[in-house]
Nanobody, 115 residues
Framework: VQLQASGGGLVQAGGSLTLSCAAS????????MGWYRQAPGKQRELVAT???????NVADSVKGRFTISRDNAKNTVYLQMNSLKPEDTAVYYC??????????WGQGTLVTVSS
């Protein structure tokens, strides 16, 4: 599975961004898609995931501000980020998990939120 993420950039606090991640290759093996992030000097952390059936898991730190969705026909997962805060600044990584419990990572896209 190959992943191509896009949508990062620079935004002011309170602003919005939408990240997209398109999967290609053995997409029929995908069970869950999601986003993780890694801020400078910190460990990578889960932001949100969504299964084929639409069940979501969203980190408490972004709950109510970020929304994850997916288009199964396009094998694409989206992360709508609203009310962005400087502490949301990080490299955001797309991730997919397969039925055989393998995980694949995208190249990362930088989100910078200025105060």
């Amino acid at each position: 599975v190959q992943l191509q993420a896009s949508g990062g950039g620079l935004v002011q606090a309170g602003g919005s961004l939408t990240l997209s991640c398109a999967a290609s290759g053995s997409t029929s093996s995908i069970f869950v898609m999601g986003w993780y992030r890694q801020a400078p000097g910190k460990q990578r952390e889960l932001v949100a995931t969504i299964t084929n059936g639409g069940s979501t898991n969203v980190a408490d730190s972004v709950k109510g501000r970020f929304t994850i969705s997916r288009d199964n026909a396009k094998n694409t997962v989206y992360l709508q980020m609203n009310s962005l805060k400087p502490e949301d600044t990080a490299v955001y990584y797309c991730n997919v998990g397969t039925w055989s419990v393998r995980h694949y990572w995208g190249q990362g896209t930088l989100v910078t939120v200025s105060s």
